[in-house]
């Protein structure tokens, strides 16, 4: 499977995003999705996965309510909408592939990266 995360961009705090990501290769729809993010300094981070065949979706706590992971199967894209972004949000953000679950997603169980697309909010 090949991923290819765009979407990213410098916006001002408050402001919203939506990143978008690409997946070609294999079947799609057997794979669990997720979005994950790393700041300068900082380990990476789960942010949302969700299972392309039943439509399960999580997210992590810090951006409940905020973020959004959603899909198009027909297009093979997942989308993560980022609304009220705060500078606490910079970082590089990574979509990912995994043929595992949900709960296995969110604990990095990943078998396949994409690149990362750069999302810097200035306050």
């Known amino acids: 499977v090949q991923l290819q995360a765009f979407g990213g961009g410098l916006v001002q705090a408050g402001g919203s995003l939506r990143l978008s990501c690409a997946a070609s290769?294999?079947?799609?729809?057997?794979?669990?999705m997720g979005w994950f993010r790393q700041a300068p300094g900082k380990e990476r981070e789960f942010l949302a996965a969700i299972t392309l065949t039943g439509g399960l979706t999580v997210h992590a706590d810090s951006v409940k309510g905020r973020f959004t992971i959603s899909i198009d199967n027909a297009k093979n894209t997942v989308y993560l909408q980022m609304n009220s972004l705060n500078p606490e949000d910079t970082a590089v953000y990574y979509c990912?592939?995994?043929?595992?679950?949900?709960?296995?997603?969110?604990?990095?169980?990943?078998?396949?990266w994409g690149k990362g697309t750069q999302v810097t909010v200035s306050s």
């Open positions: 290769g294999r079947t799609f729809s057997a794979y669990t």
């Open positions: 990912a592939a995994s043929q595992w679950g949900i709960t296995q997603v969110a604990r990095g169980s990943i078998n396949y």
